[in-house]
């Protein structure tokens, strides 16, 4: 099963909220409400997991599941992944078995940045994971910078244009 009929209820659903037609395009306005795409959410749902399993906050049964990189014995030396807090991802035949918890939690949390794994507090390690997530998929940064720029030339012509006509009335 793919994610796709997953998407397409939170496609109507930020259409639902911000009053759009069928045809209209869905990124903005979901960018807008700060809503994360399908893929984006599933990780955010496995990475806080993950966080919990390794800080032992979560259940045995899915703390066993996840091996960290540096507790591999099999191996004869050290593997520099194995200080940066990365977990062992089995591998899979099929592809129905990357869906599986075991496989599909460590991947996740390999894809993230170092600055955000190392993270101790599960707020501030919610915020970072959701900020990654949604300049990942949206591609925001770019975005914003240009918004920023914008709105600081709009307000500093205002200002220019509220001193020059103070001035004048003078």
């Not at 409400?33 to 259940?59: D, F, G, N, S, T």
């Not at 540096?70 to 078995?97: C, K």
Request: aromatic residues 12%; charged residues 15%; contains cysteine.
């Amino acid at each position: 099963m793919s994610v796709t009929p997953y998407q397409s209820v939170i496609n109507a659903a930020v259409r639902l909220m911000s009053g759009l037609r069928y045809r209209d395009h869905v990124a903005p306005a979901a960018i807008e409400l700060h809503w994360l795409p399908a893929e984006a959410r599933i990780q955010y749902k496995l990475c806080p997991l993950v966080h919990h399993a390794l800080a032992w906050r979560a259940p045995a049964y899915i703390t066993d599941l996840l091996l960290p990189v540096a507790a591999d014995t099999s191996r004869q030396t050290v593997l520099r992944s194995a200080t940066t807090n990365t977990l062992f991802t089995p591998r899979t035949r099929l592809r129905f078995g990357e869906r599986a918890f075991r496989v599909a939690a460590p991947k996740a949390w390999n894809q993230l940045p170092n600055n955000v794994r190392s993270l101790r507090g599960t707020n501030s390690f919610k915020k970072k994971l959701k900020t990654f997530l949604f300049t990942k998929f949206y591609c925001v940064i770019f975005d914003l910078v240009v918004v920023h720029y914008w709105t600081l030339i709009v307000n500093l012509l205002t200002l220019y244009l509220l001193v020059s006509f103070q001035l004048y009335s003078i």
